[in-house]
């Protein structure tokens, strides 16, 4: 966790804010979540099962309390027309490939969007 400290004993917790312009500036794989979501929850070991067995990683980004985070996936929730493509979480987008998944999906599809196949 990273931390600037802005005074004696105060400290500002970035981490949030890292892990967002992190995701924004390199080719990523992104999982846009809610923090009270059921469906997101439910996606939680197939995400941690992919990074462990294959070493990939998805950078999470909550979109239902954080205002940048539901701009961003607004702005990449987008099909071939500019229509909105999900509208929910989870919502998985591929940076490099532009694939994304809308809801819930096995760990095979999780697994070959994250392979760009």
Not at 27 to 44: P, S, V
Not at 46 to 60: C, D, F, S, T, V
Not at 84 to 105: A, D, S, W
Request: glycine share 6%.
């Amino acid at each position: 966790m990273w931390k600037i400290f802005v005074a004696k004993n105060k400290t500002l917790n970035i981490t949030p804010f890292l892990a967002f312009f992190d995701a924004k500036m390199t080719d990523k794989l992104i999982e846009f979540y809610g923090t009270e979501c059921a469906h997101c929850k439910d996606m939680e070991p197939i995400i941690e099962k992919l990074q462990k067995e294959k070493g990939i990683k998805i950078a999470r980004l909550e979109v239902w309390h954080n205002s940048d985070n539901a701009k961003f996936m607004k702005e990449v929730d987008k099909d071939k027309e500019g229509n909105e493509f999900c509208g929910g979480v989870p919502f998985f987008y591929n940076e490099k490939t532009g694939k994304k998944i809308c809801g819930n999906t096995s760990f095979e599809k999780l697994k070959a969007w994250a392979e760009g196949k």
